[in-house]
């Protein structure tokens, strides 16, 4: 599938946030991405379309103060995930951070979300710590890192 990635848009908001909510079970909301969009010097907010007709695919946001990123959010829709689509979409962070001289990165990921440790550790992820009671429900998180 031939895929575009750009920068997001003051139009691309609620489709963000409902898939925020509806993949991740959480949003920041529409105001405070429409400020972060607008207001913060570190944050750069993608999203992943299909060039034939901008339907939306995916979605990054990531913090960047080199040589230090974080990734905040990186998802593919459901309906389109392994399809290789979540590769091309690291493949592009990995790439845009290089140009950024981001030399490390880092991520939270839920202990109870296997399924993205393994495919963060596929991209050479490794655990350096926990942050206890992260999320909302009290879950901890795991705090990944990769140097560049």
């Known amino acids: 599938m031939n895929t575009?990635?750009?920068f997001m848009e003051e139009s691309d908001i609620s489709v963000v946030v409902y898939n925020d909510r509806r993949i991740l079970g959480?949003?920041?909301g529409e105001e405070t991405l429409k400020s972060e969009l607008n207001n913060n010097p570190f944050a750069y907010y993608f999203v992943m379309e299909n060039p034939e007709d901008s339907a939306f695919l995916g979605h990054v946001s990531l913090w960047?103060?080199?040589p230090m990123a974080q990734i905040?959010?990186?998802y593919v829709i459901p309906e389109l995930q392994s399809h290789g689509l979540g590769s091309v979409l690291m493949d592009f962070v990995l790439e845009f951070l290089k140009q950024h001289e981001v030399s490390t990165l880092t991520l939270?990921?839920?202990q109870t979300n296997?399924?993205?440790q393994l495919y963060y550790k596929k991209y050479g992820f490794t655990k350096v710590a926990i942050r206890k009671q992260y999320y909302e429900n009290g879950e901890d998180a795991d705090l990944m890192l990769k140097n560049l």
């Open 4 to 6: 575009r990635i750009r």
């Open 26 to 28: 959480q949003s920041l």
């Open 64 to 66: 960047i103060d080199s």
């Open 72 to 74: 905040l959010n990186i």
């Open 108 to 110: 939270e990921v839920r």
């Open 114 to 116: 296997t399924s993205a």
